[in-house]
């Protein structure tokens, strides 16, 4: 099984971020799919999730309101497009994968039960 980031790169101050996760090896409609974020010296941070089946969004405060979790069809596609881009963004973006047993925000903000981790891609800000 693997996750595989693409679409990171440098984004301009008040410009969009799209983001794309591609899982592989194996069938994910079932599993939770999400974005981290993290900075050198920081925690890792949940920016997004779609849940499993249904395709529920759920969002972290700074990205609620800027920004789209979507999947394709199949499950294995998911993509994060993220607007007005602030230097504060600026991180290193990892999707993952598990299955949750569980609803509602504090469920999948939770780094837990999430099996599989992509290698991470970064975003740089330019202000």
């Known amino acids: 099984v693997q996750l595989a980031e693409s679409g990171g790169g440098v984004v301009q101050a008040g410009g969009s971020l799209r983001l794309s996760c591609v899982a592989s090896?194996?069938?994910?409609?079932?599993?939770?799919m999400a974005w981290f974020r993290q900075v050198p010296g920081k925690e890792r941070e949940f920016v997004a999730a779609i849940s499993g089946n249904d395709d529920t969004p759920y969002y972290s405060d700074f990205a609620d309101g800027r920004s789209t979790i979507s999947r394709d069809t199949v499950g294995n596609t998911m993509t994060l497009h993220m607007s007005y881009m602030m230097p504060m963004d600026a991180a290193v973006y990892t999707c993952?994968?598990?299955?949750?047993?569980?609803?509602?925000?504090?469920?999948?903000?939770?780094?837990?039960?999430?099996?599989?981790w992509g290698p991470g891609t970064q975003v740089t800000v330019s202000s």
């Open positions: 993952a994968a598990g299955r949750k047993y569980c609803s509602g925000l504090g469920c999948f903000v939770s780094p837990f039960e999430y099996n599989y």
């Open positions: 090896g194996g069938t994910f409609r079932e599993y939770a």
